[in-house]
């Protein structure tokens, strides 16, 4: 008896892996496997991966890649796998690329403020690393504690900064990667300013793996402001507290963040918090100016809210910001939570909000809602029965409508946790024909073969 | 006698344009392509354009391209003509597709602080237009009252505020462009963040016409500064001067500008101005905390300059600012300025300025130099006489080393005034072969036949 072709690829590629990488580097157990399957989606990956490369430098990445795309082998790059679209499921036959071993940072220059990486890091080690500098690394993802630089380059990912200091594309200087062919290039430079040639670190950015593999990142780090200042305000509904958010910009401000946590949240983290009010809003301000803008967001928030706290205290801070760093695990107490991201124009928050509690009393499927308000991005949560084997068709159908929502009034269906496989239907809603077709005509020059990825984002 | 083959299809090429485009759109006037064939860098355009179309609607960019992609006509876009690296030059046979007509700023949403404009929109009365609303538009390169947006997009143009605001990309959250066959593409969105699709919208930015004709843009607005603090500073060496610039980078304060102005150039502007020093550095800090920032600016600069002036005034300011504004004028008035955009990492910029002084003496001839100091941006300029047909040997010889220069200390060959035509024998140096090469294949996605600004660029 001969083995099925596709078996016979499988193995001499597996063979070629094991012939040309280093001896600790290609894994095919069965528990690693399993463990290098899908992210924090949850999303089943159909079927089992054919094995996991834990690559440890550049070398690694190029030798897989160019094995996987003489092969037709489908390749997944990986960091943490904290992502929440699905952008890291390898399904059967897939060779998962582990790049969370390459985690070094490889320079940390002060004095030209930047960071040169490896896509391993974490992101806030490197926040860490740059605050001993007086510096850091600005974008913030809420799972920066886990998440790696190249999973949040790969999603272009936001946090709660951005709303002051840009998503992830805003602090990515230059890129090495290595195309699918195994050809290493290098993108942008060292400096914040610059034109020769196309922007393929933009390009990049935000790609999910899907036009080439990250290997090092230089990336922009900024002065720690001098201060910062705090406030948290309760309001009786959570349309007023998205009004409240938007007549902070009105009024001039650029917080350094602004977020919404609705009623339904509060009483999960902790029921006691939700009878203070329907819907809680976090600003902070920072920089020489923090305490004259947190006096001017007071005067904003005023009129609007039940009650408003100020303080100027880090650790009196970080109790005000408790609420929305709880969010999270509260709700995954509670089920499995499939969290939107979508984004509106700023001034569109209170209508989405109105819209989702709409969408959400239609289908009878209970929603969840925090935001990053200063830039219009709402985290929509369903929350669903983790015994189930698939969503259900009113939860599928509630985020297909926020997602629609999103569309019509002028936003787009993710802010910075990318299309992964869980928003992939929608994409050319949002993209139109053209612009889909000229975008899937950049992913063939990138990837000829259709190996990066497979599957995900367009 | 039977017309040349080449005639016969320009012939073609216009009786199609004059059928297909409303009446008023084409000319072949002597005068009007004459006007249309170069850019304010004097650069020779090689012959004289076939025919200028003044597009006043997308509908006439479709017609135009669909017809000359057909015919494989080049076609040339352009604004207002004040590139500086040639990228709007039009030599024998090429369309001058002139868009400073489509000049309509479309909405202006204070709301959602943002601007949605055609190409032809001059820089500086978008800002004014934003004024009106309690914003602005950050952009400001030093021809803002002259060059358009379309202009501004095209080379990714920076200005003084970019040291805070960054450059035109960070300000440009959608696109509607014109891809080389006449399909109309949208790219982005109305809102800060998103991320699905590959971002197209940065890779037009900086494309200097190459790739697609841009017909509108969505633009960021931002709050104008509650304050704003200036100072001057005047130092005995322009090496002192760089050295103070990234001494404020060092204590953490982000200024909303920083210029360097050397000896040389203040002699051209008034003998007076350069008894006071050998350099000049111009600071501003804005926002809420822009005392207490000029305060630290100050403490930072008294140990290193001879001289520190500083008001909060806004006349006083422009009045400070007023050497840096009046360079380019003083330095036109000695003969035809060839400007040179480098961009070196912060910490290198003195170094590079005693290297440019090494060039300068080498090939004995005098560099004026200007810089956006807290980005490295300098701009060395070598003035030539304006009555020669040809740069000089050595004005070519000493701008190339300052290239090679630029791309030894780790920095760029142009900051923020495109390749062009000017710096395209440098590109491949800075690029590297595999990144050109791919650069290359995403040009032939967008403008397989090549119509679109040949021989620029890339």
Same sequence: chains 1, 2.
Avoid at 27 to 33: C, G, N, R, S, W
Avoid at 162 to 180: H, I, Q
Wanted: charge should be negative; charged fraction near 20%; aromatic fraction near 2%.
């Amino acid at each position: 008896m001969t083995a099925a072709p596709e078996t016979t690829v499988s193995a001499r590629f597996l063979g070629l892996l094991a012939r040309d990488l280093p001896p600790d580097r290609l894994t095919t157990d069965p528990a690693e496997l399993a463990a290098h399957a899908t992210d924090r989606s949850g999303t089943p990956p159909g079927g089992e991966p054919l094995a996991v490369v834990r690559a440890r430098r550049t070398g690694d990445v190029t030798v897989t890649l160019r094995h996987a795309n003489a092969l037709g082998i489908p390749v997944v790059p990986r960091g943490a796998g904290t992502g929440l679209s699905g952008g890291a499921t390898a399904g059967e036959g897939a060779l998962v690329l582990d790049l969370s071993g390459m985690n070094r940072i490889l320079e940390l220059s002060a004095e030209d403020q930047l960071a040169v990486v490896e896509p391993g890091v974490i992101t806030a080690e490197l926040d860490r690393a740059a605050g001993t500098h007086g510096l850091r690394y600005a974008p913030d993802p809420a799972s920066a504690a886990m998440s790696t630089i190249g999973g949040n380059i790969a999603t272009n990912a936001g946090g709660l900064r951005c709303a002051k200091y840009g998503v992830t594309r805003d602090s990515v200087l230059g890129l090495e990667a290595v195309l699918a062919d195994g050809t290493v290039i290098a993108t942008g430079r060292r400096t914040v300013k610059g034109v020769t040639g196309y922007d393929l670190t933009a390009l990049l950015t935000g790609s999910e793996g899907t036009l080439a593999v990250i290997t090092s990142a230089t990336l922009r780090l900024r002065p720690t402001p001098v201060a910062t200042a705090t406030l948290a305000a309760w309001f009786d509904s959570f349309e007023t507290a998205a009004e409240a958010s938007y007549a902070i910009a009105r009024a001039g401000v650029v917080p350094a963040l602004a977020e919404l946590v609705d009623g339904p949240v509060l009483h999960a983290i902790d029921p006691a918090l939700s009878e203070r009010g329907a819907a809680l809003l976090v600003v902070q301000c920072d920089g020489a100016g923090a305490a004259a803008e947190a006096a001017a967001v007071a005067r904003v928030l005023a009129p609007l809210a039940s009650a408003v706290q100020s303080t100027e205290d880090p650790v009196e801070a970080e109790a005000l910001l408790a609420a929305r760093r709880l969010a999270l695990p509260a709700l995954e107490r509670l089920g499995r939570p499939l969290i939107e991201d979508i984004v509106v124009p700023r001034s569109r928050l209170a209508e989405a909000v109105r819209e989702i509690r709409c969408i959400s009393a239609r289908h009878d499927v209970p929603v969840f809602t925090i935001a990053h308000a200063a830039d219009g991005n709402l985290h929509p949560i369903i929350v669903v029965d983790p015994t189930l084997d698939r969503l259900p068709d009113a939860a599928w159908e509630a985020a297909g409508e926020i997602f629609a929502l999103a569309l019509r009034l002028g936003g787009t269906l993710t802010g910075e946790h990318g299309v992964g496989v869980l928003k992939r239907q929608w994409v050319a809603d949002e993209l139109g024909p053209t612009a889909h077709a000229l975008q899937r005509r950049l992913k063939d020059v990138f990837d000829p073969r259709h190996i990066l990825n497979p599957g995900k984002g367009l």
